[in-house]
């Protein structure tokens, strides 16, 4: 009888990634490829992947609600992590890494994320009105 159990993919990638995370040469590979990560080549990447073949498409948006709720456990996790550090470290930090922020192109971002949001807004509206529902604090408030 086997007796192995079936693992999703995240959690086989999180057991490479420990392997991965003890070994130094691994560590020193990744720091140098961090810096060279050239923000101008990410529109073309998502240009290709989403505009060659209609299927490719279809697949990320079909994906969405897996892919929404893996980032949101990510980011509630990373929060978690992050609040470990003192808010004097954090500040410093973040005040720094904030002044190599593109701000021209987060500001036309942040434009059509507003754009986006008012045709989104009944659909949103509705989902938020159901998490209140069930949820003893309002959102509205939290944020």
């Known amino acids: 009888m086997d ?12 057991k490479v990634a420990e392997e991965l995370l003890a070994s130094t040469p691994f560590k020193d590979s990744l720091r140098l490829f961090l810096k060279n990560i ?21 697949a990320v ?7 929404a709720n893996c ?3 990510i980011a509630m996790e990373l929060v978690v992590q992050v609040r470990k550090y003192p808010a004097p470290l ?20 942040i434009r059509e994320m507003r754009e986006l949001g008012k045709d989104m807004a009944p659909v949103f509206r509705a989902f938020s ?5 069930q949820s003893s604090i309002p959102l509205s408030s939290t944020i």
């Open 90 to 109: 954090l500040t410093g930090m973040t005040q720094s890494l904030l002044q190599d922020v593109d701000r021209e192109t987060l500001v036309r971002l």
């Open 129 to 133: 009105e159901s998490l209140e529902e």
């Open 3 to 14: 007796n192995r159990q079936d693992t999703g993919m995240l959690e086989n990638q999180t």
């Open 71 to 73: 980032f949101i456990k």
């Open 61 to 67: 948006m079909s994906a969405m609600p897996l892919i």
């Open 38 to 58: 050239d923000p101008e080549s990410g529109p073309a990447l998502v240009r290709t992947l989403m505009g060659k073949d209609v299927e490719v498409p279809m």
